[in-house]
């Protein structure tokens, strides 16, 4: 039996009004391709739409799926077919993310916030909400000159896109490279969110430590680029990664890393994961992100697509088994990065092409950047949380976003001596 019957139960129960959603009959299996034509057969499982992929799947890595109840005789069976190797790790997904959830809960418990303070409390010892993020973003516009705050566009559910700049002379006057960034664009990836926080706390509170970053380059960033779907994670579904459009009665969301139009490419189950939408560029955080990519293109040095997880610094062409022109130049700038998260005592990320380390995917930010102007373009795929949920416990939280923050540094610096795209590009 496949998935749809406890999909659509917890469909009903959102429409019923439920609060959360339970995972208690789904089960965590890690499954291990070691063959091309079992990798082949394990990505025919991930489009399939009724299984929950953790973790992209490579070869001869460990990959993490989650499986209903009601499917796993069909899993097991498949996986024995073709003789890959799979164990079932958690027997119970719910209890995973309700550790999670008190370890969230414990934080609010220990807060001394008096209620009448609307600061935000910046810490990293929690994952913030879409609401502490936005209090934080507007508190350091109002009282920090090098940063300006605004909204973007409107979510499907009425809520603001918004984005900052940060510059040292004040105003992004695209005269100086831009760094481009966005993250949050699959909503339960939580660590990348809390990474570009991370690092924006940093760059605004001690920005004599980073000369390096500061004083030759701008930065435009979104935090949150799918806040309908970052709210749903915190409030109903802890492992829903799509925005929160109504595509037809059963099914909600689209993949936006899919819905960008450059070599976008259709996919007809709503359902799935990776949804890429009807048409290219329908979602409003689509079109938001593009009209803001638009308005800075002509100085944008270098893209930044932040997600979680897999320890990756990805580089284009995603769509395609394709390098692009300055592929030596990425990949060079990727490695400098490598070396200074080792250098911190972080582990050897993997760096290279797109396609080539994880798949081919259409629609996808990196490629539109690029395709856009952009010299530089890169995916980051953090640090996870082996298994101790989706994504990382908050009490690594510090850790990863500091050996995150060695990427931002190394990334900053270069751009900060190249000069501005030309007219042409």
């Not at 009004?17 to 009959?25: E, L, P, W, Y």
């Not at 560029?281 to 697509?305: F, G, N, P």
């Not at 908050?394 to 540094?409: F, H």
Request: contains cysteine; aromatic residues 12%; glycine residues 6%.
């Amino acid at each position: 039996m496949k998935l749809w019957l406890p999909v659509l139960g917890c469909l009903l129960l959102v429409v019923l009004g439920v609060n959360s959603i339970a995972f208690t009959d789904f089960q965590l299996y890690v499954i291990t391709p070691a063959t091309p034509e079992q990798l082949d057969k394990v990505r025919e499982l991930e489009q399939d739409g009724n299984y929950d992929f953790w973790d992209v799947p490579r070869l001869n890595r460990k990959a993490r799926v989650m499986v209903s109840n009601y499917a796993e005789a069909k899993f097991e069976k498949f996986l024995e077919q073709y003789d890959i190797d799979y164990d079932s790790v958690i027997g119970n997904v719910q209890q995973i993310l309700d550790k999670e959830r008190r370890t969230n809960d414990d934080f609010y418990k220990r807060s001394k916030r008096n209620a009448a303070d609307t600061k935000a409390v910046v810490d990293f010892d929690h994952y913030w909400t879409l609401d502490e993020i936005y209090t934080f973003v507007d508190d350091l516009a109002t009282s920090n000159p090098s940063v300006k705050s605004f909204e973007i566009g409107r979510t499907p559910e009425g809520r603001p896109i918004k984005a900052l700049t940060i510059s040292k002379t004040g105003e992004v006057t695209k005269t100086r490279p831009v760094v481009f960034m966005d993250a949050g664009i699959h909503a339960r990836e939580w660590a990348g969110v809390m990474s570009v926080v991370y690092m924006i706390e940093q760059f605004t509170s001690h920005p004599e430590q980073y000369a390096d970053q500061l004083d030759n380059t701008d930065y435009v960033i979104i935090p949150v680029l799918n806040p309908d779907g970052y709210v749903y994670t915190h409030e109903v579904n802890r492992l829903w990664r799509k925005n929160r459009v109504q595509n037809n009665i059963l099914c909600a969301g689209v993949d936006l890393n899919r819905n960008f139009p450059f070599k976008w490419a259709f996919t007809s189950n709503a359902c799935t994961n990776t949804f890429a939408g009807m048409e290219a560029a329908t979602e409003s955080e689509t079109q938001a992100m593009m009209s803001l990519m638009d308005q800075y293109k002509s100085a944008m040095t270098l893209y930044i697509a932040v997600h979680t997880h897999g320890e990756m610094i990805l580089w284009p062409w995603g769509y395609d088994f394709v390098h692009c022109d300055n592929w030596e130049e990425h990949d060079n700038l990727g490695k400098v990065a490598q070396k200074a998260i080792m250098d911190v005592g972080g582990n050897e990320w993997i760096v290279g092409n797109s396609a080539d380390v994880l798949y081919r995917a259409s629609g996808a930010t990196d490629d539109y950047a690029f395709s856009n102007g952009a010299r530089l373009a890169y995916t980051i795929e953090l640090t996870g949380g082996g298994l101790e949920g989706f994504d990382l416990p908050a009490s690594e939280l510090g850790k990863v976003t500091t050996e995150t923050m060695e990427i931002y540094k190394a990334f900053g610096k270069y751009a900060g001596t190249l000069p501005l795209p030309t007219s042409d590009s």
